[in-house]
């Protein structure tokens, strides 16, 4: 995994100057899928890997640079033991499996969240993943895993209050472009577009600062039975919405009046 640094990193890309979207995705249903099935949940949460393997290979197509995908909540632990244990499994086997194809086909991959309580098999196979495909740039895939929107702008303030203590920093630099660099998605651009499958519309503590002026797109399938289909149809809804960063346009202003 990513390191856990006490200075911010760098800047990430600029919105404005690049090429194709990043899209943050709750990989949400997998106990429901297998409970309507009469499964294990444990099955339902590997028949999720093999709906991430068919959305990461889709991307490019889609035209998604960046894909960042909700794996495991630091609210997750308060699961059974069994199913913490099933989730914890998760990475190392979409790893093992896929990581020839991920470094072949040109996918950066990045693993944000807490350490802590992390086994040292599974953060040694997430350093590897990251090391090896390091050089990629056709897709950059971050898996957000023990991780927690609220925790990580904890973790960037508590960054920020040592750099002060420190002298590395002072109060007084604090903005939001200068905050965002501590949060653990500082080199990405923000999201354009948050999915959330199974039929829920929340956010669940997922990139809380870094959704501000994302679109949100919910839909009614579980994250087991999702496909290309339904990211594509996703896609099609948000380049129907009316980007404006809080401006207007100046007919809105006029017709106002």
Known sequence: MAAQESTPSPAGPDPQDRAGLHVALVMDGNGRWAKRRGLPRTLGHQAGVEALKRIVQACPDLGIRWLTVFGFSTENWSRPV???????????RYFRSDLPRLE??????????REQGLSRELLGICREAE???AHNKRLFLTVAFNYGGQADIADAARK??????????????LDEATFARYLSTAELPPPDLIVRPSGEQRLSNFVLWEAAYAEFVFQDVLWPDYGPEHLRA?????HTRDR?????????????G
């Open 244 to 256: 404006r960063y809080g401006a207007v346009v100046a007919d809105d202003v006029l017709a106002a």
């Open 160 to 173: 920020f209050a040592e750099d002060v203590a420190a002298g590395r920093a002072h109060p007084g630099d």
């Open 82 to 92: 069994a199913e913490v244990a099933e989730l914890m499994a998760l990475p190392q």
């Open 131 to 133: 090391a090896r495909t």
């Open 104 to 113: 072949r086909e040109g996918v950066r991959v990045r693993v944000v969240g």
């Open 234 to 238: 996703a896609i099609a809804e948000y």
